[in-house]
């Protein structure tokens, strides 16, 4: 026996030992986005890439919709065993803590997904944001940035004047605060109510998505404005898990996971600036109004956001600390004074 067939052999050999000790493990995932929305479709490619790179060790099941629980219920729902995994977005756990507005959505802060995610990665934001979720007996796995997001609207909302009385579904969290204090009206709905809040008349408008994401919703078969391109928000849906599960994977199922988790983030940042492009040349045509907000309005939501950062930065210390890193990371990208 040559001893090329050995070392082949015992390292075949040492390769099926180690692939024996990874059981194989399904993690039932809830997102809200549909399974025809965009980001519900690179979900499903996340989940084929999981299952595939982990030779069928890794099953994901994924729900649409919140087809489990409400959106703003998927959380707990992993914490307490229903489900494995959140796919929302940390947002809407501000009821939980206050500093997950500052992972869920800093509103007015970074420009570019590409910013956001490099605070994540290779600021302090990772070390300081897995203390929020493991408290909760989470695991804070990575987010998807698919950029700013753009108001849809019945009226025209041309700037910080048309903002005055205007109904829009909002978000839980800090933006409800920064909209009142501009004139407007938020209503907290959940994300799947949207569509038939706008049929109904019921709000005026919506904070929904980026404006491709909300093509596909349908939103602009009811209403007829737009703000493009976006300022107000660039939320970070996130992936994570109960900590338990997560912490009772092998290192090479949470490795895959995490490496899938990024592919799906950098897509869905690098398609979404190209189908932006394309839908509001496709919704110009179809005869949506886009309203580009001047330097002027841009800066006095920007100064009202900025405000409400420091005001929820004393609701809780993990906030405070949150909010400094940001402040810091913000001032060294050149986007804070």
């Known amino acids: 026996m040559s001893l090329k067939f050995i070392y082949v052999a015992a390292g075949a050999a040492a390769l099926a030992a180690t692939t024996a000790l990874a059981d194989p493990v399904t993690l039932r995932v809830q997102t809200h986005y549909a399974t025809e929305h965009p980001t519900g479709k690179q979900l499903a490619i996340w989940a084929d890439d999981v299952q595939t790179m982990s030779g069928g060790d890794i099953t994901i099941e994924m729900f649409y919709s919140s087809s489990v629980v409400a959106t703003t219920e ?41 910013q956001q995610y490099s605070w994540l990665y290779f600021g ?9 979720y493991n ?47 501009l004139g407007a009206s938020p209503i907290v709905m959940d994300f799947t109510e949207i569509f038939t809040a706008l049929e109904t008349g019921i709000i005026d408008g919506a904070d929904a998505s980026g404006l491709y994401n909300n093509v596909g919703l349908g939103l602009y078969d009811i209403v007829k404005h737009a703000t493009y391109p976006g300022f107000h928000s660039m939320p970070s849906d996130h992936l994570a898990c109960n900590l338990d599960v997560w912490n009772g994977l092998t290192d090479q199922q949470r490795r895959i996971v995490d490496t899938a988790w990024q592919k799906l983030g950098f897509q869905i940042a690098l398609s979404n600036e190209l189908n932006n492009n394309a839908a509001a040349a496709k919704l110009r045509a179809e005869g949506v109004t886009l309203h580009n907000w001047s330097a002027e309005d841009r800066a006095e939501f920007r100064k009202a956001a900025q405000a409400a950062w420091d005001d929820w930065g004393t609701r809780s210390p993990e906030a405070g600390a949150l909010l400094a890193s940001h402040k810091s990371y913000l001032t060294q990208l050149g986007l804070l004074n």
């Open 74 to 114: 998927t959380f707990d729902a992993a914490i307490n065993g229903i489900l494995d995994c959140d796919a929302t977005g940390g947002a809407y756990q501000t009821g939980k803590n206050p500093a997950f507005q500052f992972v869920g959505d800093i509103m007015g802060g970074y420009d570019t997904p590409w």
């Open 124 to 132: 302090d934001g990772y070390a300081a944001a897995q203390e929020l």
């Open 135 to 181: 408290a909760e007996n989470m695991q804070l796995i990575g987010w998807a940035i698919y950029g700013q997001e753009s108001l849809s609207s019945s009226k025209p909302i041309r700037g910080f004047e048309d903002l005055k009385g205007w109904k829009f579904r909002s978000p839980p969290g800090m933006e409800t605060e920064i909209f009142e204090k």
